[in-house]
């Protein structure tokens, strides 16, 4: 969205929503590159012959990515023209919970009797998907899934009753003697070996358990291709199509509008402001 004589709202927003202007790519790849940080410090902290001697420096830069990640979230609320539909919204929801954490550990100390407290840090963790926001390419494969969903699910019907017929009849040839207690048991051993996991600690005795046994390995192997190839296929027709932009709605927030498009292809509104 572009604005005639933009205000300190209109800028920010153009900045914090919108990646194709120069300030809104160094803003995002500064956001990128505090949210790996701030991971590494979370995963170090966690090795506690690490966080025994750098336990302080890790507590300063934690309390820093989480003033700096607040102010970007009050920021991205203060421009957002719907604010509400934002903070409610998935990316909303990620930045609440990236710095959610810090706060509620200093607020409730109290919490440390009810849960440990590594649980607060491993929600920090949930930092790691604010990354989605700023690629394209996580846009194209979430596109590339969306529209094989379909194909995706009619696929994984049909692994779930091979799964179940072999794993009954496995059930049936092996039985409890062998380590097949019962019909879940034995479908469990059937998506391990589809899967070709094969984590052992189930398996057949018999010659014709272990032929069974056989026919699943083989089959795992052009399974597992199926779901690669649907995406594949899907993302390689969208190759082709116009490259997305962050352009927004301003009314229904929306992004991937075409930097000569007039209107909003989801809500209709008006994507060139009034002057």
């Given at each position: 969205?572009?604005?005639k004589?933009p ?6 927003f153009?900045i914090i929503?919108e ?5 809104g790519?160094?803003?995002d ?20 012959s690490?966080?025994?001697h750098?336990?302080?420096?890790f ?5 820093t990515?989480?003033?700096l990640?607040s102010?970007e979230?009050?920021?991205?609320l203060y ?5 509400l539909?934002?903070a ?21 100390p ?11 840090r ?9 990354l ?9 494969l ?16 049909v692994?779930?009753?091979?799964v ?14 062998h380590g097949?207690?019962?019909?879940p048991v034995?479908?469990?051993w ?11 600690d189930?398996t ?9 046994s056989s ?14 190839g649907i995406v594949?296929?899907e993302?390689?027709?969208n190759?082709d199509?116009?490259?997305?932009t962050?352009?927004?709605?301003h009314?229904?927030?929306s ?12 809500c209709?509104v ?5 002057e």
């Open positions: 969205m572009s604005f004589n205000t300190l709202k209109e800028q920010l153009t929503f990646a194709d202007t120069r300030l790519q160094l803003f790849k500064t956001l990128i590159y505090l949210i790996l940080l701030s991971l590494l410090v979370v995963i170090l902290d966690s090795v506690e690490i966080a025994q750098f336990h302080q420096p507590m300063i830069l934690e309390w990515f989480t003033i990640f102010a979230y009050i920021a991205r421009c957002a023209p719907q604010r539909k934002y409610l919204s998935f990316y909303g929801i990620i930045d609440l919970v990236a710095v959610l954490p810090t706060y509620l550990a200093l607020i409730f109290e919490l440390h009797a009810l849960i440990d407290v590594r649980v607060l491993l929600i920090r963790i949930f930092r790691i998907f604010k989605t926001e700023y690629f394209s390419e996580y846009n194209h979430a596109g590339a899934l969306a529209a094989s969903r379909r194909k995706i699910f009619v696929f994984l019907s692994v779930l009753m091979v179940m017929v072999m794993g009954t009849l496995m059930y049936v040839v092996e039985g409890p003697e097949f207690t019962s019909i034995a479908i469990y059937a998506i391990t070996t589809m899967t070709t996991v094969g984590f052992g189930i057949p005795k018999t010659d014709l358990g272990r032929l069974i026919i699943m390995m083989l089959m795992g192997w052009g399974t597992l291709a199926v779901p690669t594949t296929a993302m390689s027709v190759r199509r116009t490259p997305p962050t352009r927004m709605c009314s229904c927030m992004e991937g509008h075409g930097h000569i498009d007039m209107y909003c292809r989801h209709g008006n994507l060139i402001p009034k």
